[in-house]
């Protein structure tokens, strides 16, 4: 059974860090694109960040660049996200996705779909 599960979300005070990670199991994802995506309240899932399958290139919605920083493991089968300077309106469920294709990410080639973490962040 193929799995993508997340861990690391909570919550934290604004301007405060939290390390997301996303665990693979089932089969390897190192040939895949992987993102974060999240989804607010009330809100559509939107997109976060994404890395290729190398790891060489990495990409950010406007909101989070400068902030947030992607990264991967391929030899633990992991993915990461790291949130710093964190805001109110970063308060949401972050899932996490494997595409597939391996060099970017878009929500209609996604081929798994983690369960999702939630991170609140307070003002």
């Known amino acids: 059974q193929v799995q993508l599960v997340e861990s690391g979300g909570g919550l934290v005070q604004a301007g405060g860090s939290l390390r997301l990670s996303c665990a693979a199991s089932g089969r390897t994802f190192r040939g895949n694109a992987m993102g974060w995506f999240r989804q607010a309240p009330g809100k559509e899932r939107e997109f976060v960040a994404a890395i290729d399958w190398s790891g060489g290139s990495t990409y950010y919605a406007d909101s989070v660049k400068g902030r947030f920083t992607i990264s991967r493991d391929n030899a633990k089968n992991t993915v990461f996200l790291q949130m710093n300077s964190l805001k109110p309106e970063d308060t949401a469920v972050y899932y996490c996705?494997?595409?597939?294709?391996?060099?970017?990410?878009?929500?209609?080639?996604?081929?798994?779909w983690g369960q999702g973490t939630q991170v609140t962040v307070s003002s």
């Open positions: 996705a494997a595409d597939r294709t391996s060099f970017e990410v878009s929500v209609g080639r996604i081929a798994y």
